[in-house]
């Protein structure tokens, strides 16, 4: 492919509800710890299994990303959960975007 940028290092993550690939700035990691309840991480380090939702993503996503979610990180988010998560991801667009 002509013109590839090769040289850029910066990782690219695919949101796992639209499937955008974007560098991790566009992107909201979402982390299951080992223990504890799923949680918008924010540093980006937390340890456990991390999906990507991107940033720009509506409401859409939220509707629809919470099968992607369960299957991305092979665990079943209570109600609970999902809306405490709904939340926090509403949150960190909110203060990403202004
Ligand atoms: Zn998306």
């Keep these: 492919m002509a013109g590839q940028q090769t040289a850029r290092r910066v990782p690219l993550r695919k949101c796992i509800v639209c499937g955008v690939k974007t560098d991790k700035r566009g992107l909201i990691r979402i982390v299951a710890p080992q223990e504890g309840p799923v ?3 924010a540093t980006g380090k937390a340890r456990g299994r991390g999906a990507y939702v991107c940033r720009s993503g509506g409401m859409e996503h939220d509707r629809l990303g919470r099968g992607r ?3 991305s990180l ?3 988010l209570t109600e609970e959960e999902w809306s405490a998560l709904v939340s926090s991801i509403g949150a960190a667009r909110d ?3 202004r």
């Design 69 to 71: 979610l369960d299957h």
């Design 74 to 76: 092979r665990r079943k």
């Design 95 to 97: 203060t990403e975007q």
């Design 39 to 41: 949680e918008v991480d």
